[in-house]
């Protein structure tokens, strides 16, 4: 008996190519756009929007198109009991393996971040991190990015005194305040050595489905291995991995 699951009917995977071809940095394309996007056939790409259209899965905005809202009714119903640490769960393995460090996912509790889930580095010099870890919200990257797109948390934190973790800790409520809003321009942040000497960080926001920061996905290690040009070449890889995850919990980008 053959183990092999179903052939991949191969409209059902265009259909599939379409729809990936729109994410959060692109939520609407034109019709050339999709079809670089998937290299499907022009004329097949034309015949498959325009029933996807008739059926609601795209919408017309003007001359371009976007995932339809009937896409987002059925999204909530999948979404609906979706436990957001069940979802990352691979996917912080993924990043552990393809990174080598170690994956975190952090959740904001009033003036602090908490460690929600982890997939620990098999490196034996690593940063010290577990599920329960607290830390303030005005260090590392983590706290940047949950402050970053949460304005009344930040100003709340802000008007609070800044302890200093390291002697790189900013302390400095007009300087923090800058480095969030170039962190929300940005889209990711990278820290080194605020919250602990010798360790650096770099974070991406996940959203809900109201458009609302629900964690901070995070890689970070020893900054000897792990340093600040290490970081910027996992900034892709790690917004993508937020993006899928947003996107799995029927999350959006805020307006």
Known sequence: MSTEGPRRLLVLGKITDILDAFTLQHPVRSLGEIQQATGIPTSTVQRLVSNMVAEGMLDRVGDRVRVGVRMAYWAGAAARGVDLLELAAPLLRE??????????????????????????????????MHVGKVIPLHTGSAGRVLLAWSPERADAVLAGPLEPLTEYTVTD???????????????????????????????????????????????????????????????????????????????????
């Not at 996912?105 to 098999?122: D, I, K, M, P, Q």
């Open 95 to 128: 990043l552990r393996d393809t990174t080598g460090e170690t994956a975190s996912l952090f959740r904001a509790e009033g003036h602090h971040r908490v460690c929600v889930a982890v997939a620990e580095t098999r490196h034996a010099l690593r940063r010290e």
């Open 173 to 255: 409520p007009d300087t923090l305040r800058t480095l969030l809003a170039d962190t929300r321009r940005d889209g990711f942040a990278i820290t080194v050595a605020e919250r602990d000497d010798g360790g650096s960080g770099l974070s991406a926001p996940v959203f809900d489905h109201a458009g609302e920061v629900a964690a901070a996905l995070t890689v970070s290690g020893p900054t000897i291995r792990f340093g600040r040009s290490e970081c910027e070449k996992c900034v892709d890889l790690l917004a993508g991995a937020a993006e899928k995850l947003t996107r799995t919990l029927g999350g959006r980008p805020p307006v």
